[in-house]
């Protein structure tokens, strides 16, 4: 119960956050009952967990076979073109790159996420547009 217990905790922390910080670590573990590894190694085993905040735009593309098969890999090459960052290699001008696997949307490949909003049929135009609405969003609300 203890692991399933943590993983809420885990996942309410990240949601309210953006990330669990080093400074959750000790007290949920103390509450839990469990060595503060264990609780580190849940958060660094699974990669949905972040253990730093967030970009400010956080790109997740699909990597898997379907969207692979309708032209995932082209459309990563031209989202780093754009961008000027690199997928799975941290953050870099306040932008993150993501590879995920299965976004559930095999139907309406090739299907990525931008700040969590799930986008299916995505072109590279259609990629453009939407990440110039989410840096737009963003300096929005840091304004």
């Keep these: ?19 669990v910080p080093e400074t959750a670590v000790a007290p949920l573990a103390r509450a839990l009952s469990l060595s503060r ?24 593309l699909c990597r898997a076979e379907a969207c692979r098969s309708m032209g995932t890999e082209a459309l990563k090459d031209h989202i780093e073109g754009h961008t000027g960052c690199r997928f799975d290699s941290g953050h870099a001008k306040d932008t993150e790159l993501e590879s995920v696997f299965c976004l559930g ?10 700040n969590g909003e799930l986008h299916a049929k995505v072109t590279p135009a259609k990629f453009d547009r939407l990440y110039a609405a989410a840096q737009t969003k963003v300096a929005e609300v840091t304004a």
């Design 1 to 19: 119960m203890q692991g399933a217990t943590l993983m809420t905790i885990l996942h309410a922390i990240q949601d309210e956050t953006g990330y």
């Design 37 to 60: 590894a264990e609780v580190h190694g849940v958060i660094t085993y699974y990669h949905h967990f972040r253990s730093a905040p967030p970009a400010h735009v956080t790109v997740q």
């Design 105 to 114: 949307q095999c139907a309406l490949s090739p299907a990525l996420m931008i």
